[in-house]
């Protein structure tokens, strides 16, 4: 099912982001449509690497009703599949980081260039088309006894339909203009999609090739901090890798790492507790 949503999510938010660039040379540039993608990028962003990824994978802080529901929903809008596909491809991912078993490590598959340029591809979305979904629900038990995030899991078709509705409804609002709805549609819905799509797929390929690795960790990750503001955090890989269980990626005071700080948020307001800012024993080093 999944591999099949793959197929039309990629072709749908390809199709979407070519569109939305042909409507602005045609319609020329307006300033909301960089408000409508940023405000749905930000959204979605922080749906995967803080619901998706701190939250629900890692289970880095916990969260009410209210917070576990925005966060599954946000998540679920950017349609990089389900909760439950998500985080048990990226447990896999982490039990046998840049390993056989590993979902979408950019190892070469092959010799010479031709090896290495089809590992960087299968790490960055080839994956997609060819993943292993064996066992998945195995990695998942925690997650398939939460009756809430099975209900979030169930409307997924609905959420991703949600994440392409209110750009395009929010668009219309602004100006009244059908046109306009389309560009809402377009970059707020599927060239979203595309971009966030991509920045996240560059962590899993380029994150495990290059980098920065201050901790010796038993994979190739890295830390590329050039990426770290449309990463909102994801970036600091290496730092991840060492550290999975805790909320954020920042180790030094220069390091941006938005979902940290989003995540310090929820907390001061009371949305998030036992949120954890340390290592947890025996993991320092290890991924």
């Not at 269980?245 to 310090?264: E, K, P």
Request: proline letters at 4%.
């Amino acid at each position: 099912m999944m591999r099949r949503w793959a197929y039309l999510h990629v072709l749908l938010s390809t199709a979407g982001f070519a569109g939305a660039i042909v409507l602005e040379v045609l319609s020329g540039f307006h300033w909301w449509h960089l408000a409508v993608f940023t405000g749905m990028y930000l959204v979605t962003s922080i749906g995967v690497e803080g619901g998706l990824h701190r939250f629900f994978t890692h289970r880095s802080f916990r969260a009410g009703p209210v917070l576990t529901a925005a966060l599954g929903i946000a998540g679920s809008m950017a349609a990089q599949g389900t909760i439950l596909f998500w985080v048990s491809v990226h447990r896999k991912h982490h039990a046998f980081a840049d390993r056989d078993g590993d979902p979408h490590s950019p190892r070469p598959r092959g010799p010479g260039l031709a090896g290495a340029l089809a590992g960087f591809w299968h790490g960055h979305m080839g994956w997609l088309f060819t993943v292993d979904q064996t066992g998945w629900d195995r990695r998942v038990t925690d997650l398939l006894h939460d009756r809430r995030v099975m209900t979030i899991d169930r409307y997924y078709a609905w959420w991703v339909g949600a994440g392409l509705v209110l750009p395009a409804l929010g668009a219309f609002a602004v100006t009244g203009r059908p046109v306009d709805a389309l560009a809402g549609l377009l970059w707020g819905g599927f060239a979203r999609m595309f971009v966030l799509d991509h920045v996240t797929w560059t962590v899993n390929s380029l994150g495990h090739l290059i980098g920065n690795r201050p901790h010796p960790t038993r994979d190739g990750s890295g830390n590329i901090a050039g990426l770290a503001p449309i990463t909102v955090g994801g970036s600091w890989h290496n730092n991840h890798h060492a550290q999975p269980s805790i909320a954020h990626n920042r180790q030094s005071f220069w390091q941006l790492d938005l979902t940290g700080s989003v995540i310090r948020v929820f907390e001061k307001l009371g949305l998030a507790h036992d949120v954890r800012y340390r290592a947890g024993k025996g993991e320092g080093g290890r991924a």
